[in-house]
């Protein structure tokens, strides 16, 4: 069986091919990485994308004829493809509440990314956030309180064992520690554990190792 190919961008800047990528490597799922950057004014590199989706966009989903695209259609995907890794709880309330988190995820806590945009190389460092960004912090430490009240007394992650949901906010865990912005106890635990996680830490050490620099992402 061929490995499954996955094109993504920058380590150091692109939230969204973090999340299908840790979905993959947490669980040991194996796959060919292609890695294209993003914002150049090299015409191969958009290129290479399109040759990967016709969307223009990474990340980028290959298993055999099977192209998928967007973060959390490849981690759907995912899923249903590798079902021992138990990427959605087994429980039919549990895993409607985590499809629900990440799909508030997906579509919302646009302030949040516009203010603190993933930057691995920045320094840490305070920023004054807007009334509406504060409000987006608060509501994910509530999404994450809330599902390690319920669902703690199975495992360090969101929802017990490292799942969809955990993917879908790791980003969000450089954005708290990146931008020092103040959080709870039970969030800072949180971010720890996934920290923590060997995945985790592998594409924060690739990250911090590019040295492509995006101008209008180092304004922060």
């Known amino acids: 069986m061929a490995a499954l190919k996955l094109a993504i961008g920058n380590k150091n800047y692109s939230s969204w091919s973090m999340r299908p990528w840790l979905a993959l490597r947490a669980n040991d799922i194996p796959f060919v990485e292609t890695l294209i950057p ?4 090299d015409p191969a590199d958009k290129a290479q994308i399109l040759s990967f989706s016709r969307a223009g966009k990474v990340p980028v989903l290959v298993d055999g004829d099977v192209t998928v695209w967007d973060s959390l259609a490849i981690i759907e995907y995912i899923a249903e493809r590798y079902p021992e890794a138990k990427l959605w709880p087994d429980d039919v ?13 997906h579509s919302g806590f646009v302030t949040l990314r516009n203010e603190c945009g993933m930057n691995l190389h920045r320094p840490i460092r305070a920023v004054a956030l807007s009334a509406d960004a504060k409000a987006n912090v608060a509501r994910i430490e509530e999404i994450w309180r809330e599902c390690r009240t319920r669902y ?3 495992g360090p992650f969101l929802f017990g064992r490292f799942g969809a949901a955990d993917a879908m906010y790791a980003p969000v865990v450089h954005r708290f520690r ?11 635990a949180y971010m ?3 920290m923590a996680l060997p995945a985790f830490q592998e594409w924060t050490r690739d990250g911090l190792a590019e040295t492509l620099v995006i101008a209008k992402f ?3």
């Open 218 to 220: 180092e304004d922060a």
């Open 192 to 194: 720890e554990t996934m």
């Open 38 to 41: 993003l914002y150049t004014d």
């Open 178 to 188: 990146t931008y020092a912005i103040e959080v709870a106890p039970d969030t800072r």
């Open 152 to 154: 703690g007394a199975q």
């Open 93 to 105: 309330a549990a895993r409607a509440h985590a499809r629900s988190v990440c799909a508030e995820m």
